[in-house]
């Protein structure tokens, strides 16, 4: 599902938070929503275009690209604000996988 020119995260354990944010932006800027190039990682996603099928789109896009599930509870308004609100979500869980392991 990653297209070509979106960064896969190879080493997701190590991603730094703005490496995490970046992704989820070019998940989003890429294609899944309609403002493209005019996404900022501050950019409101719901006035964006983000709607339940997106997110669905996303969520799976995400999971391919740090090779783990994330639990759908994430997915709460808040942090489904930004692109820079989800990027510290999924970071969070990035971290707190690597810490258990």
Do not use: F, K, Y
Not at 60 to 69: N, V
Not at 78 to 94: D, I, Q, Y
């Amino acid at each position: 599902m990653t297209r070509p020119g979106q960064p896969h995260m190879t080493d997701p354990a190590n991603a730094t938070l703005g490496q995490t944010i970046a992704m989820v932006h070019s998940i989003l800027a890429g294609g899944l929503l309609a403002a493209g190039d005019q996404l900022s990682i501050q950019s409101n996603l719901i006035e964006a275009g983000l709607d339940s099928m997106a997110v669905a789109q996303l969520l799976l896009e995400i999971e391919e690209r740090i090779g783990m599930w994330l639990d759908e509870s994430l997915l709460t308004p808040e942090n489904l604000a930004t692109c820079e609100t989800l990027g510290r979500c999924v970071h969070g869980v990035l971290m707190a996988n690597r810490d258990r392991s």
